[in-house]
T-cell receptor, first 112, second 113 residues
Framework: DGGITQSPKYLFRKEGQNVTLSCEQNLNHDAMYWYRQDPGQGLRLIYY???????QKGDIAEGYSVSREKKESFPLTVTSAQKNPTAFYLCASSRGPNTEAFFGQGTRLTVV | GQQLNQSPQSMFIQEGEDVSMNCTSS?????WLWYKQDPGEGPVLLIALYKAGELTSNGRLTAQFGITRKDSFLNISASIPSDVGIYFC?????????????FGKGTKLSVIP
């Protein structure tokens, strides 16, 4: 099936540890995005990438890092510098400018 | 970043009623998107709008791209219990070699059977 796969669905980490969230797409999309969603809140952009080996900071990039070594993959690392990392993380992809984005199922990260 | 104002924040309606929600912005967008999110899941695309003035339907859903390119609305006719969820609007802007998706904060819809 074509689509976007995020893994794992649920993730628990101890405070102070870095953690990497996976996002893979087989839609041949150029652009990929990471969003954070807090309870009762909208989606806030963390990072986005328009093309392989290039990415840009979104509105809340502090404490996060990404890489885009392959077109299909856009992993997000939540570092220990992120002060409040517990949230629902959503990955999306789109063909390019002015085109619709499609989302993965999300990863719920809980830091204890 | 660009801001989208989505209203209302929440709605409680009787099954069978029609629903209307909208998004406005001070910025122009090239594309408007409407999504539905069920609890614990990723948003699912409902309707995409590409031209100012465009009116598009998807079953009981109808959405329009405002003439000014700064607003959009979504209507749901004859609501049913499975319409429950959070509806998000999103604007796509591309220019000067970059583009972004900007989301509204969502409209939480509750349907009373």
């Amino acid at each position: 099936d074509g689509g976007i796969t995020q893994s794992p669905k649920y993730l628990f980490r101890k405070e102070g540890q870095n953690v990497t969230l996976s996002c893979e797409q087989n839609l041949n999309h150029d652009a990929m995005y990471w969003y954070r969603q807090d309870p009762g809140q909208g989606l806030r952009l963390i990072y986005y990438s328009q093309i392989v080996n290039d990415f840009q900071k979104g509105d809340i990039a502090e404490g996060y890092s990404v890489s885009r070594e392959k077109k299909e993959s856009f992993p997000l690392t939540v570092t220990s510098a992120q002060k409040n990392p517990t949230a629902f993380y959503l990955c999306a992809s789109s063909r390019g400018p002015n085109t619709e984005a499609f989302f993965g199922q999300g990863t719920r990260l809980t830091v204890v | 970043g660009q801001q989208l104002n989505q209203s209302p924040q929440s709605m409680f309606i009787q099954e069978g009623e029609d629903v209307s929600m909208n998004c406005t912005s001070s910025s122009i967008f090239n594309t408007w998107l409407w999504y539905k999110q069920d609890p614990g899941e990723g948003p699912v695309l409902l309707i995409a709008l590409y031209k100012a003035g465009e009116l598009t339907s998807n079953g009981r859903l109808t959405a329009q791209f405002g003439i000014t390119r700064k607003d959009s609305f979504l209507n749901i006719s004859a609501s049913i219990p499975s319409d429950v969820g959070i509806y998000f609007c999103a604007g796509v802007y591309s220019g000067a070699g970059s583009y972004q998706l900007t989301f509204g904060k969502g409209t939480k819809l509750s349907v009373i059977p």
